[in-house]
Structure formats: structure tokens, C-alpha cells
């Protein structure tokens, strides 16, 4: 029983910068691994970065070096601090979270990146 809400999408200028939030709320103790998805109209949904309980880290090739995934165990919080925006990064970006073998999302929250 977790809820997530994300928060920080908006719009930037290609080169600029945006974090997003994700706010785990309810039962959101012992959550192993928190991902970050995006998908853009008529795309597949894919992964950008992942985090787990540990500190461990995952992310896609098309971010690296400019998207930085964290958690904040003690605040239930995880963050996506993302650098250079390029257009192809403007997508709806989602917050995933694993508890107790349950999958759980956030709504999405909308990245525009504007050439």
C-alpha cells in the first residue's frame, strides 16, 4: 500500500536543467528498488534510471552523465536532477516503486523540452 506523486515536470529551454520528486507515501517501508520511467506519445515506455534500497544505480544510455537518480531513505523521497535537457528527452515521466512484490506508480509528470 504505497502512493507516489511526482512533481517538478514543466518547461525548459534545450540545455537547461529540471528535478523531478517522487513522494512515497502510506506503507512505503522496506521498498527495494524506485524507477524512474518516461514515455512520449506513441512510444514505448522506457527506463531512466533506477535506484535501489542500497544506493545502487541503473540508468539508460541516452541520460548518462546527464541524469542523476536519488533516494532519501529517512523521507520516503527518490529525485531525477536532470542536466543538458535535450528535446528528445520531453516526455511524461513516471515513478515506480517495488514493496512486498507490488508494483505501485505515480500519475506522471510532464517534461517539455523546447529546441
Known amino acids: 500500500q504505497v502512493q507516489l506523486v511526482e512533481s517538478g515536470g514543466g518547461l525548459v529551454q534545450a540545455g537547461g536543467s529540471l528535478r523531478l520528486s517522487c513522494a512515497a507515501s502510506?506503507?512505503?517501508?522496506?521498498?527495494?528498488?524506485m524507477t524512474w520511467y518516461r514515455q512520449a506519445p506513441g512510444k514505448q515506455r522506457e527506463l531512466v534510471a533506477k535506484?535501489?534500497?542500497?544506493?545502487?544505480?541503473n540508468y539508460a544510455d541516452s541520460v548518462k552523465g546527464r541524469f542523476t537518480i536519488s533516494r532519501d531513505n529517512a523521507k520516503n523521497m527518490m529525485y531525477l536532477q536532470m542536466n543538458s535537457l535535450k528535446p528528445e528527452d520531453t516526455a511524461v515521466y513516471y515513478c515506480?516503486?517495488?514493496?512486498?512484490?507490488?508494483?505501485?506508480w505515480g500519475q506522471g509528470t510532464q517534461v517539455t523540452v523546447s529546441s
Open positions: 515506480n516503486a517495488v514493496h512486498w512484490s507490488s508494483d505501485y
Open positions: 502510506g506503507s512505503s517501508f522496506s521498498i527495494n528498488i
Open positions: 535506484i535501489s534500497s542500497g544506493g545502487s544505480t
